[in-house]
């Protein structure tokens, strides 16, 4: 039951009202420019159903609770996603990222913010309408983490840069190697490195191989796998032995 009530105000005290009024939506609109004011009637009213004092922060959420100032309720819906948008949006201006894995595909993306959008929501208590907008903008934010990290210079990206780096180095001095013994280490080192390359995203599937081919061609006998029989090593040790015979003659022919 609506009852009708009538103020005998003083043309001073109206005056003052319409004062704190035009004070109220002045200030709220310097804060929001997509606030929307509410009519100096319902303004009115929150004042007689709180206290005689400003506006608090404590009265104004008491008015949201009891369903008064409907309109502060429309605005917190529509700029809450528009707000955090913004906030992911200009992260990266002050150092901040938002990443994602590398592996997932745009509807992953997608459907992961959805489903951390309605929880921000939920929790925040705005309306599940605007979950898809959110969505939308937290991906098209977020950032692969391999990109992030190479722009933050992470130390997992100045470790697989430097992995990178290290390959390119051993395939070079692959191609000048004259020690088939130095340069089938090196083989060993090369295979190892462009695996923790890969595994690190530095190096791609397609340069790995490169890589390989192209210290192949340079160097082809250090990629050919030695025998490993019984007759393989007992050459090799007989070569080893003369070897060392040799040498040793001729240091005492030559005293």
């Known amino acids: 039951m609506n009852t009708n ?8 005290d109206v005056a003052r009202l319409r004062r704190e009024f035009v004070d109220f939506v002045s200030l709220s609109t310097d804060f929001d420019k997509d606030f929307l004011p509410p009519e100096f009637n319902d ?29 502060a309720r429309k605005v ?5 996603p528009n707000a955090l948008s913004s906030l992911m949006r200009d992260a990266r ?19 992961h913010a959805r489903e951390w959008a309605a929880q921000v929501l939920a929790e925040c208590g705005a ?3 605007f979950t898809d907008a959110l969505a939308s903008q937290v991906a098209a934010s977020a950032e692969d983490v391999r990109v992030l990290e190479e ?6 990206w100045v470790l697989a840069e430097s992995l990178r780096q290290r390959a390119y180095d051993l395939m070079y001095a692959l191609q000048t190697e ?9 083989v060993g080192e090369l295979r190892a490195t462009l695996t923790l390359a890969l595994q690190y995203g530095s190096v791609q599937l397609e340069e790995a191989n490169r890589v390989l081919e192209q210290a192949a061609r340079a160097r082809p006998h250090l ?14 040790w007989l070569r080893r032995l003369f070897s060392s015979s040799n040498s040793g003659s001729s240091i005492v022919e030559s005293r």
Request: proline share 5%; glycine share 6%; charged share 25%.
């Open 43 to 71: 303004f009115l009213r929150a004042r007689l159903l709180q206290h005689d004092g400003p506006l608090t922060e404590r009265a104004v959420m008491r008015l949201l609770a009891s369903g008064e100032y409907g309109w």
């Open 178 to 186: 004259e020690n088939e013994t130095l340069g089938r280490s090196r």
């Open 5 to 12: 009530i009538t103020l005998a105000l003083s043309p001073d």
């Open 223 to 236: 990629f050919q796998e030695a025998p490993d029989d019984v007759f393989a090593r007992l050459a090799a």
């Open 127 to 129: 309306d599940a309408a």
């Open 93 to 111: 201006r002050f150092g901040f990222g938002l990443a994602v894995q590398s592996d997932w595909t745009p509807q992953q993306r997608f459907e």
């Open 76 to 80: 917190f819906d529509k700029q809450l």
């Open 151 to 156: 722009r933050m210079r992470t130390p997992a």
